[in-house]
C-alpha cells in the first residue's frame, strides 16, 4: 500500500511525465462527445471519461476543458460526456466505459448555486447551459452523475472533483436543506476525491492507474481524499485529536512545503555502556529535523460528522481547525468519522496540492485549446461563453481570506501567476482565431485584478505561516505588493498589434492598489471602461470584522486616487461598490449606517446581494453557530449575531436599496421601531420619504418552493473557481479544474 508520508519528496513537473502510448492519435479538434467522433479520431475507447454538468466549451476558463486538455497533452484519449441525461444510466454509456476512470464534476459551479438564488429560489436560467436553458443539471450533481457512473459501471474506477467535491470534503452545513449533511464522498461512492485545483494529482494519478496501481492503493496524492476503515493509518504514523492542537499561539517546527515527509535525522550512535551516561547536544538543525519527521506522520482527528452534526461549538472547532491546516507548507493530513458501530468509516484527507510553478501554469495555459464551444450546440449563446471569450485570466489563488468567499478553500492563498509571454501570447490568439474580436480585452485579471505575482518576502516564512489573511487586520509586513510586473503586463498588452483596448474588469482588492499609487493612475488612465467594481462590502465594523474586510479608510483613500487620475486623463470615471446585506456579525443598525453612507455618497444599487453560506466558509460557520471561528473556539467564546429570518433578510437587503419605493412600507416600520423615525420626510438629510407612490410597496411574493425555515440567508462571492464577479448577479467566475 502507497503510503501518504511519501507524496512530496520530489516535485514532479507536470510537463514532466513519459506520455501514453495513446499519443500516437495525435490531438483531437474537440475532445469527442459521441462515438462518432471517436471513430472519426480513429479510437475504439477512452481513457478517461470526464462527465459535467456544464456545457463543453473548450477553453482554460471551463474545467473539464483544462483537465481534458491536460490529460490529452499526456497521451491520455479524453471523452466528455455534458450534461447527461439523468432518467437512466443509458446516456452515461454513450462513450463506452473508460480505460481508466471516470472524473465526475458539476462544472465551473455550485450546482446548488448555480439553481438557486439566496432566497432558495430556482434560478430562471443557466448561463453554462445553451441558450441559457435551466435545469439542465440535478442538485447536487456530482452525487447524483457519480451514482449513475456507478451504475452504468459499476467496477469502473470514479474521481471526483471540481468545486462542488472540494467544498464537501468533510461533513458541512448545507444551506439549502438547513441540515449538517456528512462528506461528499460515502454519498458519491467516489474512490477518490481530488480537491483544490487538483493538475498535479490528475496527472500522476492518470500515469500510475495506466501503470497498473489499483486505485483503492493509491493513498500517497496530495490534494486527495478517500474513506478507509475507523482508524486505518500508515504505519509509524499517529492520531492527535484536534482539540489539542487549535492554539492560536505561534507554532513551530514546520515542515519543508514540498515535502509530506522530511528526511529523518541522521541515527543516533550506538548506545553506550550501561554505567556510562553520555548527554548529547543536537544542534537545532538536527531537532527541527526530528520535530518535522513528528509532524508530518501525524494526522489531526477532526470531530466525527455524528459529533458536528449535534454540537454547533465542536463544528466551530473543526472549521477553525481546517482553515489553520490549509497552507501547503505546514498542513497536516486530516481524519473526520462518519458512522457509528460495524459501519463506522473515516474520511482521510492528505495535506493541500503544491502550487503550480509559473512554468507549469504556462503549460496548462498554452495547451491546444478550440477556444470555441463545440460544434454540436451550433448557433446556440452560451452565456458564460459570451462573458469570457475575450478575457484572459492571469493567476490563480487569493490571500484575502475574506471569510464569505469560496476561492481559499479551493484554490488556496499562495498566487500562482503565469509568464507575461504567456498572457501575451493569449492576446494575440483571441486577437488571430476567437470570432467577432473587436481588438477589446474585456478583461485581464483572475479572482482578483491585483495580485499578479505577489507573495511572502520569505518562502520559509510563507511555508510556516498560520494566518487566515494576509491583509487582515492589516497588510502583513512580510507581504510584497510591488504592482510594478503588473503595470508592466498591462502595458505590454495595450501595445500589442491589433489590440485597441485592455479592460480590467476582475475585482481589485483596493488596500493593496493604494499601497501603489502608479498602479492606480496606469488603471484609471488605461484600464477602465467608465465604471471599476470594487468590494467594500460594509462600513460597520461588526460585519467587516467577521468578513475580515478593511474598513471603509481604504476605500476613502482608493477613491480620491482614482478620481484623481481619472480626472488627470480627462476621463468621466466611476466606483461601483458591492455590498453584502445579512452578513453574520451584521446588525439592523449596521444597516441603516450603511444605507445613510450610501446616501450620502450618491449611490443607488441596482444589483445587490444577500449573504449566501456556502460550505466550508468561515462565514458559513458563523451562521451556522453563531461561533466566531477565527478565534479559538469554545463554549464561552465570542457569539455571533446571525440574521436569520426572512423578514430581517428582506429588511437588510432593502436598506441597501433604500431609493426603491417597493421598499419604503418595510423600511418605514423598521426606523419607527428603532426611534428613527426621523429619518422619514422629504428632507435632503432623510433616509426615505413619507409619502407612498400609487401601485408601489406592496407584499412581496412567496418564495416558491420549499419555504425557508429558520435559516434564509444569502452571499455573493461563492463557487466557482477563480475568475472575478461570481454568478450571483455579479458575473461568472473563470475555473481551473
Known sequence: MSRPEQAGTQIKPIFSYRKHWAQRFGIAPFLPMTREEMRTLGWDSCDIIIVTGDAYIDHPSFGMALVGRLLEAQGFRVGIISQPDLHSAADFKRLGKPNLFFGVTAGNMDSMVNRYTADRRIRSSDAYTPDGAPDKQPDHAVTVYSQRCREAYPDAPLVIGSIEASLRRIAHYDYWSDTMRRSILPDAKADLLLFGNAERALVELAHRLAGGENIKAIRDLRGSAFMVPRGWRPEGWTDADSTTVDTPGAIHARPDPYAMVQQAPAAAA????????????????????????????????????EQVKVDPVLDAHASRTFHLESNPGNARALVQGHGENAAARDVWLNPPPLPLSTAEMDHVYGLPYARAPHPAYGSANIPAWEMIRFSVNIMRGCFGGCTFCSITEHEGRIIQSRSDASILREIEEIRDKTTGFTGVISDIGGPTANMYRMACKDPKIESSCRRLSCVYPGICENLNTDHAPLIDLYRKARALPGIKKVFVASGLRYDLAVRSPEYVKELASHHV?????????????????????????????????????????????????????????????????????????????????????????????????????????????????????????????????????????????????????????????????????????????????????????????????????????????????
Open 529 to 737: 471602461g467608465g465604471y471599476l467594481k470594487i468590494a467594500p462590502e460594509h462600513i460597520a465594523e461588526g460585519p467587516l470584522s467577521k468578513m475580515m474586510k478593511p474598513g471603509v479608510g481604504s476605500y476613502d483613500k482608493f477613491k480620491a486616487l482614482f478620481d484623481k487620475f481619472s480626472r488627470e486623463a480627462g476621463k468621466e470615471q466611476y466606483l461601483i461598490p458591492y455590498f453584502i446585506a445579512a452578513h453574520p456579525g451584521t446588525s439592523d443598525e449596521d444597516m441603516l449606517a450603511l444605507a445613510l453612507w450610501l446616501k450620502h455618497n450618491g449611490f443607488r444599487l441596482d444589483q445587490v446581494q444577500t449573504f449566501l453560506p456556502t460550505p466550508l466558509a468561515l462565514a458559513t460557520t458563523m451562521y451556522h453557530t453563531g461561533k466566531n471561528p477565527l478565534h479559538r473556539v469554545s463554549s464561552t467564546s465570542e457569539q455571533v449575531s446571525v440574521v436569520r429570518g426572512g423578514r430581517q433578510r428582506r429588511l437588510h437587503k432593502a436598506f441597501l436599496r433604500y431609493h426603491d419605493p417597493e421598499n419604503w412600507p418595510l423600511l418605514r416600520e423598521a426606523l419607527a421601531r428603532m426611534g428613527r423615525a426621523d429619518l422619514i420626510g422629504n428632507g435632503k438629510k432623510q433616509l426615505i420619504p413619507s409619502f407612498q407612490p400609487a401601485g408601489t410597496g406592496k407584499a412581496p411574493q412567496r418564495t416558491l418552493g420549499r419555504q425557508p425555515g429558520k435559516h434564509a440567508q444569502g452571499n455573493r462571492r461563492t463557487i466557482a473557481h477563480a475568475k472575478s464577479g461570481g454568478k450571483q448577479k455579479r458575473g461568472l467566475r473563470r475555473t481551473a479544474s
Open 270 to 305: 550506538a548506545a553506550p555502556a550501561a554505567a556510562t551516561h553520555t548527554i548529547r547536544f543536537h544542534s537545532r538543525d538536527q531537532r527541527l529535523a526530528a520535530r518535522r519527521q513528528a509532524r508530518a506522520l501525524t494526522v489531526i482527528r477532526l470531530p466525527s460528522y
